[in-house]
């Protein structure tokens, strides 16, 4: 059960960072789309239209070689989708398997 707590507590927080950087970069958006590639613009699209569009709640494993804008694609998504759907308490929750990656987000 104390992990529970814990995992939720990291979660709001999260949240609670992605709504303030939402709210001091939210023109930096169509900035930031620009810079993916086209692979990720795609798999962003996908998942922007099957969250926010069909209302469809996913579990996602972003993998790859370093190097390759899995953070680029993570952070992008989280921003979006937080800033569309700003009425939901935690619209987006991103994990981790390393302590270091875990703080990222």
Same mark, same amino acid.
């Given at each position: ?15 609670? &960072? ?17 810079? !993916?590639?086209?692979?990720? #613009? ?11 569009? #069909?209302? &469809?709640? !996913? ?5 790859? #070689? ?10 992008? @998504? ?21 302590? @270091? ?5």
């Amino acid at each position: 059960m104390r992990d529970e707590k814990c995992h939720a507590g990291s979660a709001g927080h999260t949240h609670t &960072k992605s709504l303030h950087k939402n709210a001091s970069d939210k023109a930096d958006l169509g900035v930031a789309y620009n810079q !993916l590639n086209t692979d990720q #613009q795609r798999i962003v699209d996908k998942v922007f239209n099957a969250v926010c569009h #069909q209302h &469809k709640a !996913l579990c996602l494993v972003v993998r790859g #070689q370093s190097g390759t804008g899995k953070s680029r694609v993570i952070d992008y @998504l989280n921003r979006k989708i937080t800033q569309y759907l700003s009425q939901v308490s935690i619209p987006v929750v991103v994990a981790a398997p390393t302590g @270091l990656a875990a703080f990222n987000y």
